[in-house]
Every structure is written in structure tokens, then in C-alpha cells.
């Protein structure tokens, strides 16, 4: 019998956020991403409190969301593990040359799609805040297996 928590046991797939404010542009990691109905296609993100891509988000309504790719697994060290309050994330991924522009924001180019999202309302859920967004676009960018829990778990970058 597993030692897991039920939520624990299910394999989701990793995305990255791209959210631009009024003088900033960040990216941060989630997991809490669910498509929630086909007609219209929406999604409700969940964004972890206290960080510049909620920050972004609240002031612009919008933001791209990125299916990361199973090779993208080193995103996880500066995307999921730094603040954007302390470090400039878009200057480092430049540098990398991991960057391309899409419908004004900056985006991961080795990610498998992107699908930019507009707020349609929001509610606080604990220690995030859970967007209700409608999808305005999205676009297929590489072909490649999905990054996923799992696959963090394996290479011991996450502990749940």
C-alpha cells in the first residue's frame, strides 16, 4: 500500500506562466493547471501567494501559459525554486537563448505549446489564488513527451 497522499499519486504535467506587469516580466512553475470546461475552452490556474507572476497577473489580466517539455526539467532550479522579486528569470533565460516572443510575451522556446489566457474572475484558495481563465490562443511549438511530477520525482527535484 502507497505512503502517498490521494493527491500525491496523481502524475500531473508541469507548465511555466509567462506574466508581464507594469514594468516587469517574469515566469514561474505550476502544477495547478486544469482545463475546466471545451466550450469555452477554460482553465483555472492556481498561482502561489506572494510572488511577482500573482503580482503580474492581478495587474494585467492575462498571461501564457507554457506545457513544458520533459527536457526542460533544469527549468525547475530558477523558475520554481527562485522569486522573481530577487532575481531577473527573463535575463537569465535570455542569456540561455531559451526565449521567443508570442503574442507579446516572452515564452520558453523549447516548450511543447503555449495557450495565452485571459482572467475572468479569481478566488483566493488557500496559500494560492485560483484564476478562472478563458483561452484566447494557443499554439503548438515542438513535439517531445510532457514534463511531469513524476518525472521531477524521479530525478529527486521534488519531494512530493
Known amino acids: 500500500m502507497t505512503r502517498k497522499k ?15 506587469g507594469n514594468d516587469s516580466a517574469n515566469m514561474h512553475m505550476i502544477t ?20 511577482m507572476t500573482l503580482e503580474n497577473i492581478e495587474a494585467s489580466g492575462e498571461f501564457v501559459l507554457q506545457l513544458l517539455a520533459d527536457k526542460q526539467y533544469r ?3 530558477l523558475l520554481g525554486m527562485k522569486s522573481g522579486k530577487q532575481i531577473d528569470k527573463i535575463e537569465k533565460l535570455r542569456k540561455r537563448n531559451e526565449l521567443e516572443q508570442w503574442k507579446g510575451y516572452y515564452i520558453l522556446k523549447n516548450s511543447l505549446a503555449v495557450m495565452h489566457l485571459k482572467v475572468l474572475s479569481s478566488f483566493e484558495a488557500g496559500d494560492h489564488k485560483a484564476f478562472l481563465c478563458d483561452v484566447l490562443a494557443f499554439k503548438n511549438l515542438n513535439e517531445g513527451d510532457v514534463l511531469t511530477l513524476d518525472s521531477l520525482r524521479q530525478r529527486k527535484m521534488i519531494r512530493i
Open 6 to 20: 490521494p493527491w500525491n499519486r496523481v502524475n500531473l504535467p508541469v507548465y511555466s506562466i509567462s506574466s508581464k
Open 75 to 77: 527549468l525547475m532550479d
Open 32 to 51: 495547478y493547471a486544469s482545463q475546466v470546461s471545451m466550450k469555452p475552452k477554460r482553465f483555472i490556474c492556481g498561482i502561489y501567494e506572494n510572488t
